[in-house]
């Protein structure tokens, strides 16, 4: 019988952010764990096998740290926390979360909430050149942004260059009305949208007047040379190899360029190459350009979105093994 008990002391205003609305993120624990939690006038009895216990503990330590910050728990910080415990990496969450890069107009905190987020936070202030690729809701968009304006605010660069691909994902949209730039702003609303949360719709509206801040469509950066700036390229798996050498060859002296992409997510016409593809095979191992990765582990948007995301990287890694297997049979045949 598991009968092996901890007692962690912990106060009500910890304990309400902690187990969450119905105790539904302290029933995620005990059920991932295997334990029983229970509030015992301010102080929670854990039981259960005592290696799990033990985990249990570390993962509620480290909430209770990052709660103490005056932080709100969500249900993605203890998912994160429950992942961290199993594999007795709890204490990194605390670490995570105390890099704030800044705030939004609402005075919400903006930091990295996964292992994977902190290394490109920590990538992007390191290099010149950071390539952040994975599944969307990761996060690689809105971090770059987030120390962009950060870098703007602090005078390291004197304006922010935001640039995406205009094409359309999957659908034949037509002709839009209006002028230019009303034709390309549905494609790039996603960075209009991290711009007003973080910076706040008057200061962006005034600093795009002074032609400060820049949102663009890739093809408008030709035959530029883009000093001083910091330079965010989204979207990038939906480049060609030409614009992808186009965009880099751009970088100008005092800039700092981030490209971001999701190479399970092309809208390229069947067959084309993608730029973002090419250049992490060619620029790979060259000084102040770095790579960074992302999983499922590092979604952070709803926990359903993770559960998806993870669902299709199996079932292309079974497609990618099917087809393999399938070529080998081939071979053999034709080799008889």
């Excluded at 105790?23 to 295997?34: L, T």
């Excluded at 709660?67 to 992942?83: F, H, K």
């Excluded at 880099?248 to 593809?277: H, M, N």
Aim: net charge neutral.
């Amino acid at each position: 019988m598991n009968d092996f008990t901890v007692k962690l002391d912990m106060s009500a205003e910890h304990m309400r952010k902690i187990f969450g609305m119905h105790d539904a993120y302290v029933k995620k624990m005990e059920r991932d764990f295997g334990v029983a939690i229970v509030d015992r006038n301010g102080q929670l009895a854990i039981t259960g096998a005592e290696e799990m216990v033990r985990r249990a503990e570390g993962v509620l330590r480290q909430l209770t740290i990052i709660s103490g910050r005056g932080n709100e728990i969500e249900e993605q910080n203890v998912d994160y926390a429950i992942t961290l415990g199993m594999e007795e990496r709890e204490e990194e969450l605390a670490q995570i979360d105390a890099d704030c890069i800044c705030h939004t107009v609402n005075g919400k905190p903006v930091k990295p909430k996964t292992l994977g987020q902190k290394a490109y936070v920590d990538a992007i202030r390191k290099n010149m050149l950071v390539f952040g690729v994975g599944p969307a809701g990761t996060g690689k968009t809105y971090l770059a942004m987030a120390m962009a304006i950060t870098a703007f605010k602090n005078d390291e660069v004197g304006r922010i260059i935001l640039t995406r691909p205009a094409i359309e994902a999957g659908e034949k949209l037509g002709f839009l009305p209006g002028d230019l730039q009303s034709k390309v702003d549905p494609y790039l609303r996603p960075l209009y949208d991290a711009l007003y949360q973080i910076m706040g719709a008057e200061s962006f509206a005034k600093n795009m007047e002074k032609g400060l801040i820049e949102v663009a469509p890739l093809a408008y950066m030709r035959g530029r040379t883009l000093d001083n700036a910091y330079i965010i390229l989204d979207e990038a798996q939906n480049t060609t190899p030409a614009q992808m050498k186009m965009f880099l060859t751009r970088i100008g002296f005092g800039s700092k360029v981030v490209v971001t992409g999701d190479d399970s997510q092309k809208d390229l016409p069947a067959g084309t190459k993608s730029g973002l593809d090419i250049a992490s095979k060619v620029l790979k191992g060259i000084d102040d350009i770095a790579f960074c990765t992302f999983t499922s582990k590092d979604v952070v948007r709803h926990p359903l979105v993770q559960k998806i995301v993870k669902a299709y990287e199996d079932f292309e890694g079974k497609e990618a093994a099917r087809s393999r297997r399938e070529r080998q049979k081939d071979g053999h045949r034709r080799g008889r």
